[in-house]
């Protein structure tokens, strides 16, 4: 099994006595700033570095752990005997 997903599931079960903060729809992602555009850079290093950190920092937002109390991932690739 991924261990990735192992891992999900353990962090969920372990949150399930915790309230869950969000009682309405959220996107994590509001209020990030937009991805870089590669023409506002002068070379591709300096965009491609600008781009990962703002994807290293999406990532940061949108998956606190907050965000994912008492959520079970689910796998397509999960079996259920």
Known sequence: MDPD???A???GIETLSQPF??????NPADG???????ADYDSTEAYEAV????????????????????ALPVSPWLRVP
């Open 51 to 70: 781009e990962d950190a703002y994807w290293a920092r999406c990532e940061d937002v949108v998956f606190r752990p907050e965000h994912s109390i008492v």
């Open 21 to 26: 903060v969000h009682t309405e729809a959220f």
């Open 9 to 11: 599931v353990k962090v």
């Open 32 to 38: 990030l700033p937009d991805s870089p555009v590669e």
């Open 5 to 7: 997903y192992t891992r």
